[in-house]
């Protein structure tokens, strides 16, 4: 979250959003859960995780981003995280291109960060200089 302009600093909670009927989908929960262990510090930024089933969204408080994994309804997840004001992203660039997440990130087979600028837009994201060059914007 280091990208965005005045973003958030100290612990950062990342709703890993996934649903439970779909094995993909909680696989990717589970990877990204152990990747983020007890946190991950990035910069003045350490992200924890919460799993979030996907039912649950809506209800959901506390988080700075929701992450999407495979298979979840995007767009429920995304209509909460956009009336919420909070960041949506996910690996799976489906959710971009339909507007439902803000950004995605894909590492294979190279590296990709592509942005919605109208969703980004409807959560009030606005990113660093440096992070625009990086990244396709759609």
Request: proline share 3%; glycine share 12%; aromatic share 6%.
């Amino acid at each position: 979250l280091t990208f965005l302009d005045n973003g958030p600093t100290g612990k950062v909670t990342f709703a890993v959003v996934f649903d439970p009927s779909k094995p993909a989908s909680v696989a990717e929960k589970d990877e990204v859960m152990a990747a983020l262990g007890a946190g991950m510090a990035v910069g003045a930024v350490t992200v924890v995780g919460r799993a979030v089933d996907v039912g649950s969204v809506a209800g959901t408080s506390g988080v700075g981003a929701f992450y999407l994994t495979h298979g979840v309804n995007y767009a429920s997840v995304g209509a909460a995280a956009k009336s919420k004001k909070i960041l949506s992203i996910s690996s799976d660039m489906a959710c971009v291109q339909s507007g439902a997440c803000v950004m995605g990130v894909a590492a294979s087979p190279k590296v990709e960060i592509v942005v919605n600028s109208a969703s980004a837009g409807a959560v009030g994201a606005s990113f660093k200089a440096a992070f625009k060059m990086m990244i396709k914007e759609i």
